[in-house]
């Protein structure tokens, strides 16, 4: 059989698709979600669960997504389709991809906020406004920055901006040359970092806070926040790694390649907790501030210390190229849609789909501000996107994929795209996807929801 290509182009090698998708899965969901959330729900015994979820639900589910994408050899929507009819389903699978792609310009949305938070913290950093400053101080300008709204506009399109660009490049001269680039960068600062809160003094608070288990202080809305953001921060339940694997080579191994992305990200994810919380106690400051932790604190802190100025420069650098990386991967599986089935040039189909983040992005902003009335279910537009996202549409994705690969997808295609006999390990998979991982995420999913409308 002819091997099939992708139409985008195709990862020079298995490195590229690794680092890429490591790309597309460290981002704010690490450096900034990540210590916040642990900060409000106790700290070790949510990272247990955290971890649990990850390699129990988020490698199989990577893999799956990996399989279709790269058998498919097209953007999610067309994947899903084809690969269900060559299985003798209904071609309505796609919808998971159309959901994904819904998802992806809601996550954009709000992700592209915060990237702008955090680039208007880099100039900040590097202009030297944060030395020597106090925590009332450092909150009085987080907060005003929230209720500028021009602000916020000016540096949320500059990132989409920066965003368009890479993704109208394609995936050779953007996708591909952009990791190549800023994925070294980020593992030299990211290391840079630990360093210097290996320096702090506090790190042992820091490393307790994280991994000292008490099981006790667990409730189940912190399992539903665990395993929504294991979806989260592996960029899954909505096309991303699906659309990176249809560029993956045929003869690399999806089982290692996963293994090995999903365990970068979560070192990321833990060293950014090793870097953010030892700060954080040097201070005596909060860990559940929520998500000002990283806006407030941190400043702070770094106007503080010595060499607080270039380090808290750097920190910054370094979530704004993670940032970057992640929000490719939310525009790339739209952009190839487009491509494919309307046949529209690359850079036209960026151009619009930009437009319409941006648009949502506005929305996103406008909850700090002149929205800031506007609720959803209690919430603002922000926390809403966050929350409908990373706790409703990234699980249901999730539940979705692994009941089709599982149970509708031909076992033997499975089998080859894995490229296992039927042996220990691929049963291993073949259980987590078929049974662990849909039930699991659906008792969660239910009990919590059930939860929230009983009240
Ligand atoms: N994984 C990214 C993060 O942790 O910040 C967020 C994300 C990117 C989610 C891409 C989903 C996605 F498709």
Not at 186 to 198: A, D, H, K, N, R
Not at 208 to 227: C, I, M, P, T, Y
Request: proline share 3%; glycine share 12%; with cysteine.
């Amino acid at each position: 059989m002819q091997e099939k290509q992708s139409i985008h182009g195709a990862w020079a090698n298995r490195w590229i698709f690794i680092l890429a998708a490591t790309g597309s899965a460290v981002g704010l969901g690490n450096i900034w979600k990540f210590p916040y959330i642990t900060g409000e729900n106790g700290g070790g015994a949510f990272v247990l669960v955290y971890l649990v979820c990850i390699l129990l639900v988020g490698v199989p589910i990577m893999m799956g997504e990996v399989l279709v994408g790269r058998r498919a050899r097209q953007s999610p929507i067309n994947a899903m389709r084809e690969i269900a009819v060559e299985s003798g389903h209904s071609a309505k699978w796609s919808f998971v991809g159309i959901m994904g792609v819904l998802s992806g310009f809601m996550i954009f949305s709000f992700y592209s906020v915060v990237a702008g938070w955090v680039l208007h913290y880099v100039a900040g950093m590097a202009s030297g406004d944060f030395v020597g400053i106090g925590s009332e101080d450092a909150g009085k300008v987080f907060n005003g920055l929230l209720g500028d709204w021009k602000t916020l506009l000016i540096w949320h399109s500059i990132f989409v901006v920066m965003v368009m660009t890479v993704v109208a490049g394609g995936v050779n001269k953007g996708l591909e040359r952009a990791t190549r680039i800023m994925m070294p960068a980020l593992f030299v600062l990211l290391l840079v970092l630990l360093g210097y809160s290996m320096n702090t003094g506090h790190f042992g608070a820091g490393w307790n806070f994280l991994f000292q288990f008490d099981l006790s202080k667990l409730s189940w809305d912190a399992v539903l926040v665990a395993l929504g953001h294991s979806f989260f921060t592996l960029s899954l339940g909505m096309g991303a790694i699906m659309a990176y694997g249809s560029y993956m080579p045929k003869k690399a191994s999806i089982s290692s390649t996963v293994l090995t992305i999903a365990g970068m990200d979560t070192l990321v994810a833990l060293i950014a907790g090793l870097a953010i919380f030892p700060i954080v106690f040097a201070n005596g400051m909060d860990p559940g501030a929520g998500p000002g932790l990283m806006f407030v604190t941190l400043p702070v802190a770094f106007g503080q210390m010595a060499g607080g100025q270039i380090f808290g420069f750097l920190f910054f650098v370094l979530i704004a190229v993670a940032a970057w990386t992640s929000a490719i991967s939310l525009m790339e599986p739209a952009a190839a849609w487009l491509v494919e089935t309307f046949g529209m040039k690359r850079s036209t189909s960026c151009v619009l789909l930009a437009l319409t983040v941006w648009g949502l992005g506005i929305m996103a902003l406008g909850s700090f501000n002149f929205m800031s009335d506007v609720t959803f279910f209690g919430m603002n537009t922000f926390d809403f996107l966050d929350f409908a996202t990373a706790n409703i549409m990234l699980p249901l994705g999730g539940i979705f994929i692994s009941l089709f690969v599982g149970w509708f997808v031909k076992k033997r295609v499975n089998l080859d795209e894995l490229a296992l006999e039927e042996n220990g390990l691929f049963y291993t998979w073949y259980i987590s996807i078929r049974f662990i991982a849909p039930v699991a995420v659906s008792i969660i999913f239910l009990v919590n929801l059930y939860q929230k409308i009983a009240g």
